[in-house]
């Protein structure tokens, strides 16, 4: 038996397939993965996504700390709630995870780590952290859930908690722009997410969690799996850890070269000098998007073959929902052109080469 988030029992109720992820009994689907999909692109859906890890940071020198524990810049959150993606890294330069930190004040911040790697996480962080003498809080009384979609952010906005303390609480959390969030009672919204499409991320006390979906459901808001998830997430060319980076590949091999602020050259970050040495050294494999031309689907750790370069390999393939075709990510030389093959049960099948992502706020954005 795996660990379980405070929705278990709901996921049973609602007659959901469950399964083994990272050490948690998830769901995968309620009934079709693919029809949960549709309605996250099309309408809204909500996920359960308490397995990841909420850590609250806070001390006098946690801006310190964050500047020291992650590559991206924590010195650009400049305003409360506002978020920034990031990697974790190794001395090496390994990606040990992405996650998002969130600014609350200058002595708080949040962040969000995956499933996975939530213990290892909070071990490395917490190892970290006592040369700062920052408070490590690992918040497993709140939940947290997704509502993402089009309509998603309306359908979420008539059920936020009352706050006769903060009139413009409510205001506020609609007109929040993306990668933002704010406090509304004991919530914690944020308009976030990991599926391409618009939608706030909201972590909660876990009594409130089941009632919030519950109501949902009853709006018309889909229940989602993490097949749906998966698929959502792909299309919108965001990478999974595990599958698309880990400790023995980098960001700059990871298309998330954009996560790493080299500037001020002051800042000294876990991984610098290792990152450092890999740009100067070059010929970096590269993250590329593939859609694949003929009959198949694309998987994991299938071979791409690069005619006169080298080979690569899948890191995250599925048949999208939403082109009708085959897609993937896959780390490849560098050289790489627009035409690869990728090795399908002892078949060479053709792939195009593209950049991500294959799908954005529900349009298509290759052809």
């Known amino acids: 038996m795996g660990r379980r988030t405070p929705l278990y029992d709901l996921h049973l109720r609602l007659k959901a ?16 993965q693919i029809d949960e999909h549709h309605a996250v692109r099309r309408s809204a859906g909500i996920f359960d996504v308490s397995h990841m890890g909420v850590v609250d940071l806070e001390g006098e020198r946690v801006r310190a700390f964050l500047a020291h524990l992650v590559a991206n810049d924590v010195g650009k ?12 890294l190794n001395d090496a330069g390994g990606v040990l995870d992405d996650l998002i930190v969130y600014y609350l004040s200058e002595r708080f911040f949040r962040v969000v780590v995956n499933a996975g790697r939530r213990d290892a996480d909070l071990a490395w962080i917490r190892a ?59 919530w914690f919204v944020a308009r976030t997410g990991y599926t391409g499409e618009d939608g706030f991320e909201i972590v909660l006390p876990v009594a409130m969690a089941e009632p919030l979906w519950v109501a949902l459901n009853a709006r018309g808001v889909s229940s989602c799996g993490l097949g749906a998830r998966d698929t959502l997430r792909l299309e919108a ?20 070269a954009w996560t790493i602020a080299f500037e001020p050259a002051s800042r000294d970050f876990v991984g610098r000098a ?21 009959r198949g689907v694309l998987r994991s750790h299938q071979k791409v073959v ?18 009708e075709k085959s897609i993937a990510l896959a780390r490849v030389p560098a050289g790489t052109g627009e035409r690869v093959q990728v090795d ?9 080469v593209v950049k991500p992502p294959f799908v954005r706020h529900g349009q298509v954005l290759v052809s």
């Open 128 to 186: 970290q952290a006592k040369a700062f003498g920052v408070a490590v809080v690992e918040r497993t009384d709140l939940a947290m859930v997704a509502v993402q979609g089009p309509a998603a952010r309306g359908l979420v906005e008539s059920l936020l908690p009352p706050t006769p303390d903060d009139p413009g609480a409510r205001e506020a959390v609609m007109a929040l722009s993306p990668f933002n969030g704010r406090a509304i009672g004991p």
């Open 237 to 256: 060319g965001m990478n999974l850890y595990g599958n698309d980076m880990d400790e023995t590949t980098n960001p700059l091999e990871s298309g998330l």
């Open 344 to 352: 399908i049960r002892g078949r060479l099948l053709a792939a195009r």
């Open 17 to 32: 397939r469950m399964v083994d992820f990272g050490g948690w009994d998830m769901p995968v689907h309620y009934g079709s």
């Open 274 to 294: 290792a990152l450092e040495a890999i740009r100067a050294r070059g010929g970096l494999r590269r993250l590329v998007g593939l859609v694949l031309e003929e």
């Open 77 to 88: 959150l400049k305003v409360p709630g506002k978020a920034l993606y990031t990697c974790l």
């Open 306 to 323: 690069v005619p006169g370069v080298g080979e690569g390999e899948v890191t995250s393939g599925t048949f999208s929902p939403t082109l």
